[in-house]
């Protein structure tokens, strides 16, 4: 059994920078693509970086690219997603999830992941 814990969330202003981690357990990367994701108020879930078994490949959000990374830590089992440039519109619940595809055709599509965290508010005011 996958089990998944974020943390590092919080409430930062526009152009500011957080670091949100995700402690993994019951399953390793080298067997699972991992991803981010988020949800506003209102709005559906939405992929926002994902990283492929074994760290071979990261795929971004375009809302994204250039100011979030996406990395794992194999050795500690945990996954980080570095957050620059902070946004109001980057405000949301974001999770962390494990896919059981290596390599999801869609790596940023919900579906295609089958373990889920509680989730990390961050909120990002102007």
């Known amino acids: 059994q996958v089990q998944l814990m974020e943390s590092g969330g919080g409430s930062v202003q526009a152009g500011g920078s957080l670091r949100l981690s995700c402690a993994a357990s019951?399953?390793?990367?080298?067997?699972?693509?991992m991803g981010w994701f988020r949800q506003a108020p209102g709005m559906e879930r939405e992929g926002v970086a994902a990283i492929f078994a074994g760290g071979s490949s990261t795929t971004y959000n375009s809302s994204v690219e250039g100011r979030f990374t996406i990395s794992q830590d194999n050795a500690k089992n945990t996954l980080f997603l570095e957050m620059n440039s902070l946004k109001p519109e980057d405000t949301a619940m974001y999770y962390c999830?494990?896919?059981?595809?290596?390599?999801?055709?869609?790596?940023?599509?919900?579906?295609?992941?089958?373990?889920w965290g509680q989730g990390t508010q961050v909120t990002v005011s102007a």
């Open positions: 999830a494990a896919s059981r595809f290596r390599s999801p055709t869609r790596p940023l599509g919900r579906f295609d992941y089958n373990y």
């Open positions: 019951g399953s390793t990367f080298s067997r699972n693509a």
